[in-house]
């Protein structure tokens, strides 16, 4: 979950990074690594420079102790005066071997030689060998032995230290000058045992094979470890071994072993064997020598031992530097070529992300924009370009690019199938009015000939329906996105907008206009503004019970004219007034699926109008607990002063069908002598004529039919008169009547609907009297 929530730069940077600080850390170590095998180096040859000293002077003193002892041991009472300064010697100089041991046992964590307790146990045997060589109870193979255990310690001491060297290199150097003490070691062994074989006459407890063995050690030991040394050793070696005192050492050697191979030369006098090459005395100062050239050689071969450590030391130093600098440096210059890169990605992706924003923002919202009005797209030329190469980046960007031009083609396909649809809404609407407007004319026609009152009310209602079908393929129209063919050229009052409204729905009788403004709105609007309301009383007696009543009404407000329409039905939820009053204010684009998913088109028709006219149409929860359709008109789409000064006199009446054609105004004293008809409002009205009412009924206006007319039929008569006054007896007086003019078809049938409409209220109201009459 951490590494999802990292963005894209972050996981490029923790790719280079990782791998960086796993780097520095390997680079920190291995340098820390070579700083501490540098100061292991120098500290190892100070500590073994060290020890040069200490080791020299606890080898020649215990030799010498050692050789002192054997010859005492051996018979040879002139040794003894010369043993306690050897014995003190040898205490001084296993003081300071013990002390740079002691500090070399910790190089590196590896012990070196004996620990001190060790070393303490050791002064306690010394002292315990030096009392029995002094009372002469100590054998001469255990002293031979003590002191050769002594020496091996010290030896192999130095064998490990040689094994803890810091480098291959300086560990076999380190091991030549061990065999280098082995060989001086040897050496002196064999001129003790030489000195005691003397001192004994060859009757000596330790065997002759170990002289023997000791005496071919240093001369073969010598010889096998010229060829390793340097050149500069090997010429001192080759010198040593070309010396005289070389030579006599060897010699007399050879001539030791050759007079005590012999058993019968054990014991006997000096005469009887041959003589030596050399005195005692001689042999001692050329092995002197020659022990001394081979320390002095042992010497030389530390320093050069420790000049390389000291090298390594330094070249470890270097090397760890430069290692450690490299390391870093290695690290810091892939960092950065790590950042370049994330942020080269990072720029492309951003380039990319600001494209593709732009081609879902702009540019296909643009595309869709130009499809939705009817313009011209071309798929290949509109197809996005984004070109970012051939990587893994390019080829998203391609899916992109690719994914663009599949929508786009299918926008364009969708808007081709979307204008087909519409262009066979437009058709089917237009061949249908063409249909609705044909039935309209032959029921006006047989409206205007018919005066029985059971056929005219049949006819009335079969003209309701065609009213209401000519208004479902008006709502086609619309929504095909074309415009009705119903136009009025002059203002209409707003009265008459609703009252043509309610006459346009088949339950008209069961709404009343209340109070309503006496203003006007503009001609071009009237349709609409009719169409409008009207599916909104439609709605209002559909979702209502039928015994209730719809209120309409309005008033004048700062913006205009609201006019409001109030049913008493079952209301609507709050999710559902929220729903569709959202669609009142943003109409979504029309198609199939909204088509299909809403069963009130007639709402989205609303919407659709009134977004055209910017008609305001909200709907909320009414008194009584139905709904209030409240349809604001703005002030822009009503008539102003000088639009209603131009226009001639109306009389009050609902609108239904279209504009007739013009004709001239009735003179004014046709228009006095009429009884009170009712007319439609027309852009040019025409002329009245007066019509005799029914004496026993009243003429009463109907709420939805228009009637303008030269001449009406009578309403039916009763026989008997007995009910009504005197004075209505008398048949009324003609007025002149004006010249006849044909009636358009809309006129005609505005007359039959008001002799309906007064017929059925007539109906109503007398229906007692009648009773009364016929009993009479």
Same mark, same amino acid.
């Given at each position: ?27 920190? +170590? ?49 040794? $003894? ?87 291959? %290199? ?31 006459? =060859? ?12 005496? +071919?050690?240093?001369?073969? +030991? ?9 050149? &500069? %050793? ?51 100062? &050329? ?35 430069? $290692? ?94 979307? %204008? ?59 929504? +095909? =996105? ?37 203003? &006007? ?53 709050? %999710? ?45 929860? &009414?008194?009584? =607990? ?151």
């Amino acid at each position: 979950m951490f590494l999802a929530r990292l963005g894209v730069r972050t996981r490029i940077l923790a790719i280079a990074l990782i791998p960086s600080l796993t780097l520095v850390v390997v680079g920190v +170590g291995a340098a820390g690594y070579l700083v501490k095998q540098s100061n292991d180096a120098k500290a190892w040859a100070t500590q073994l420079q060290s020890m040069v000293g200490p080791v020299q002077e606890q080898l020649e003193s215990f030799q010498s102790e050692r050789s002192l002892t054997l010859a005492l041991l051996a018979g040879d009472e002139t040794a $003894a005066p010369a043993l306690p300064a050897a014995r003190a010697r040898a205490d001084t100089s296993f003081t300071k071997m013990n002390v740079a041991v002691q500090k070399l046992r910790s190089v590196n964590g590896v012990e070196i030689g004996d620990s001190q307790a060790a070393y303490d146990q050791f002064l306690q045997a010394q002292i315990q060998v030096r009392a029995a060589v002094d009372a002469r109870m100590l054998p001469t193979p255990d002293a031979y032995n003590f002191f050769n255990t002594v020496i091996d310690k010290f030896s192999a001491g130095s064998n490990v230290a040689s094994l803890q060297a810091p480098s291959a %290199e300086l560990a076999v150097r380190s091991t030549y000058g061990d065999r280098l003490l082995a060989v001086i070691e040897s050496m002196s062994r064999a001129n003790t045992l030489g000195t005691a074989l003397i001192a004994s006459n =060859g009757n000596l407890a330790i065997p002759l094979d170990e002289f023997m063995r000791q005496s +071919g050690h240093f001369q073969t +030991g010598l010889v096998a470890l010229t060829p390793q040394l340097d050149p &500069s %050793e090997r010429d001192q070696v080759n010198a040593l071994m070309a010396s005289p005192q070389w030579q006599q050492v060897i010699a007399m050697n050879a001539a030791l072993i050759t007079r005590y191979s012999d058993p019968a030369a054990v014991g006997a006098k000096p005469g009887a064997y041959p003589p030596l090459p050399a005195t005692p005395a001689e042999w001692q100062n &050329s092995t002197g020598f020659v022990t001394r050239s081979l320390l002095d050689l042992y010497v030389a071969h530390n320093r050069i031992v420790q000049t390389k450590a000291a090298d390594s030391a330094a070249t470890a130093e270097t090397t760890s530097a430069l $290692a450690g600098g490299g390391v870093v440096a290695l690290s810091v210059l892939v960092f950065l070529i790590a950042v370049i890169l994330a942020n080269r990605i990072i720029r492309r992706l951003r380039r990319l992300r600001t494209q593709t924003l732009q081609l879902a923002d702009e540019q296909l919202p643009a595309t869709m924009r130009i499809l939705r009005e009817g313009g011209e797209v071309d798929p290949a030329a509109t197809a996005p370009k984004l070109d970012f190469g051939t990587d893994e980046i390019g080829q998203v960007a391609d899916a992109f690019e690719h994914a663009a031009a599949a929508a786009i083609g299918a926008a364009v396909d969708e808007a081709r199938t979307r %204008e087909g649809v519409r262009a066979v809404f437009l058709n089917i609407a237009h061949r249908s009015q063409i249909v609705v407007h044909r039935q309209l004319e032959i029921l006006d026609e047989a409206e205007r000939r018919q005066e029985d009152p059971a056929l005219l009310e049949t006819l009335f209602r079969l003209d309701h329906l065609a009213t209401r079908e000519r208004r479902n393929a008006e709502n086609l129209i619309i929504l +095909g =996105g074309g415009r009705p063919g119903r136009q009025w050229r002059q203002p209409v009052p707003v009265m008459d907008v609703v009252r043509s409204a309610i006459g346009e729905t088949l339950d008209y009788a069961r709404v009343r206009v209340t109070k309503l403004p006496e203003v &006007s709105v503009v001609g071009t609007v009237v349709a609409d503004l009719v169409h409008l309301l009207a599916e909104l009383v439609d709605n209002a007696t559909a979702f209502s019970p039928p015994q209730s009543r719809v209120e309409a009404g309005g008033n004048i407000v700062g913006k205009g004219v609201v006019v409001e329409i109030t049913d008493q039905g079952m209301g609507m939820s709050a %999710e559902d007034l929220v729903r569709y009053n959202n669609m009142l204010a943003d109409p979504p684009d029309f198609g199939v699926g909204t088509l299909s998913s809403d069963s009130r088109l007639g709402l989205f028709v609303v919407a659709r109008l009134a977004l055209a006219h910017g008609v305001s149409v909200r709907l909320s929860e &009414s008194d009584y =607990g139905g709904i209030r359709a409240i349809v604001l008109i703005p002030q822009q789409l009503l008539a102003g002063e000088a639009e209603l000064a131009d226009m001639p006199p109306a009389m009050t009446g609902p609108l239904r069908r279209g504009l007739p054609a013009p004709q001239e105004p009735a003179p004014v004293a046709a228009l006095e002598s009429a009884p009170t008809p009712v007319a439609t409002l027309l852009a040019d009205p025409p002329t009245p004529r007066p019509m005799t009412p029914a004496p026993e009924m009243p003429v009463v206006a109907p709420p939805r039919y228009d009637t303008a007319s030269d001449e009406r039929p009578a309403l039916p008569r009763r026989s008997r008169q007995t009910n009504l006054a005197p004075e209505l007896t008398e048949p009324a007086a003609e007025a002149p009547s004006a010249p006849e003019r044909p009636r358009s078809p809309e006129q005609a049938r505005d007359i039959m609907s008001a002799i309906e409409n007064g017929t059925r209220q007539g109906r109503k109201q007398q229906a007692p009297s009648n009773q009364d009459e016929q009993e009479g």
